[in-house]
């Protein structure tokens, strides 16, 4: 596991990391890696990229030529107390992880294009605050500042996701989740919303390729 470690003096660290949540998909017979709450993972190999989104966000970007991509999975509520400043800055400092990193692994910027999901009402704790409202425009912003085309989004609703992304090709499905096991995606969410500041029944299967 990649442990990156940025340090913020206004603040204690804050870190992300390389998920190493491996495992075998015997549906897509191929090597998986399921991405947490403030993780990312970057790839050269023909693999899935698997997340489940609530209220959070995932960007899906990657180098068509050379065929590497990543995915992260981050969440960027802003507003005025101090928990939620700081996550703002965390969410910029996660895409500038997952850009990095795929630069490292041979990427060229010019060439990077995106796919981006999430922002799902899921959480009413956090529906009040427009979290996932927040975190959309933040990702659209971002790459758009950035220079970083996004050929597909699907952002907001009030449905959880479950994103499965393979970075050779590009193809990106999205599951609807009608319902989800909500205790444990709003654990994994406010467990990360609490580190940033100090199954399931499925609709149909979209396609983004």
Same mark, same amino acid.
């Given at each position: 596991?990649?442990?990156?470690?940025?340090?913020?003096?206004?603040?204690?660290?804050?870190?992300?990391?390389?998920?190493?949540?491996?495992?075998?998909?015997?549906?897509?017979?191929?090597?998986?890696?399921?991405?947490?709450?403030?993780?990312?993972?970057?790839?050269?190999?023909?693999?899935?990229?698997?997340?489940?989104?609530?209220?959070?966000?995932?960007?899906?970007?990657?180098?068509?030529?050379?065929?590497?991509?990543?995915?992260?999975?981050?969440?960027?509520?802003?507003?005025?107390?101090?928990?939620?400043?700081?996550?703002?800055?965390?969410?910029?400092?996660?895409?500038?992880?997952?850009?990095?990193?795929?630069?490292?692994?041979?990427?060229?910027?010019?060439?990077?294009?995106?796919?981006? =999901?999430?922002?799902?009402?899921?959480?009413?704790?956090?529906?009040?605050?427009?979290?996932?409202?927040?975190?959309?425009?933040?990702?659209?912003?971002?790459?758009?500042?950035?220079?970083?085309?996004?050929?597909?989004?699907?952002?907001?609703?009030?449905?959880?996701?479950?994103?499965? =992304?393979?970075?050779?090709?590009?193809?990106?499905?999205?599951?609807?989740?009608?319902?989800?096991?909500?205790?444990?995606?709003?654990?994994?969410?406010?467990?990360?919303?609490?580190?940033?500041?100090?199954?399931?029944?499925?609709?149909?299967?979209?396609? =983004?390729?």
């Amino acid at each position: 596991m990649v442990v990156l470690t940025a340090v913020d003096s206004r603040g204690p660290s804050l870190i992300e990391h390389q998920s190493s949540q491996r495992y075998f998909d015997s549906k897509f017979s191929r090597e998986a890696v399921k991405i947490l709450p403030g993780e990312f993972f970057v790839t050269t190999r023909d693999m899935l990229l698997v997340t489940v989104l609530g209220s959070c966000v995932a960007a899906c970007i990657r180098d068509p030529e050379r065929g590497i991509g990543g995915m992260n999975h981050f969440m960027l509520p802003d507003g005025g107390t101090e928990a939620t400043s700081r996550s703002a800055r965390y969410g910029g400092y996660a895409m500038e992880l997952l850009v990095n990193e795929l630069i490292k692994s041979g990427a060229r910027r010019s060439a990077l294009e995106a796919k981006v =999901f999430g922002g799902g009402r899921v959480m009413a704790s956090l529906s009040s605050a427009n979290v996932g409202e927040r975190n959309s425009s933040f990702v659209l912003d971002y790459l758009k500042q950035e220079g970083i085309p996004v050929l597909a989004q699907d952002l907001q609703d009030k449905h959880a996701r479950k994103i499965y =992304f393979f970075p050779r090709v590009g193809r990106v499905l999205v599951k609807k989740l009608a319902r989800v096991n909500n205790d444990t995606l709003a654990r994994r969410e406010r467990e990360y919303q609490e580190r940033l500041a100090r199954t399931d029944a499925s609709g149909d299967i979209e396609l =983004f390729s």
